[in-house]
């Protein structure tokens, strides 16, 4: 199910129940104890999730890297847009959307349209140059297993074979601006929805 044009506060209260495409990363490592399913990275990352249902506060985020990217993103979509052969509606910003995957976790898109859409607008410009060599997934899991394992998500959230992976600078002179690259669904479903359903379990021992 997408909820478009939440408000803030509806918006928020849907992410802070369940498990989001940003931070699926944390629980996709391997366990060093074979005989379980989650990492302690992931068990910690539970934790804070049941803080956050438990209290209603969701620790601040904040610094000079998120506001670039908040600032720098509806450009970059724009920028993107006037380079693509097909359509694309933004979701990023204030929009305020959300898509279920199941009852305990979801995907805020960037943009969807021919797949899905996930722009960053790297502080550092650094990374946005070592972002052009990203083509494919195996690239980007290499350089950015997070952005990794959000898209991947972010596919199976939305029921897309593919992605777009844009990387935008404004500083840059106009061919560097913006770097794109395709990335392909892997065949990763079995192994998020364990990672899912096992946080999930952990979840509700601490919650309820």
Known sequence: MISTNLNEEAWLSLRQSRFTASEIYKLMGSPRNKSEVLSETAKTY????????LTGQQPEIFGRALEWGTTYEPEAFNRF?????????????????????????????????NGILEIKCPFNSAIHLKNATINNAEDLKSLHPEYYWQMQFGMLATANDHGIFVSYDPRM?????????VIE??????????????AYELLKSIVY
């Open 185 to 198: 669904l892997d065949d990763v479903k079995e192994d998020i929805d364990e990672k899912l359903f096992n």
């Open 46 to 53: 539970v934790y804070e999730k049941a803080a956050v249902m």
């Open 81 to 113: 847009s006037l380079e693509s052969f097909d359509e694309w509606t933004y979701y990023g910003g204030e929009t305020f959307t959300f898509i279920e995957y199941n009852e305990y976790s979801g995907y805020s898109p960037d943009g969807l349209g």
């Open 173 to 181: 002179p106009d061919s560097h601006k913006l770097f794109q690259s």
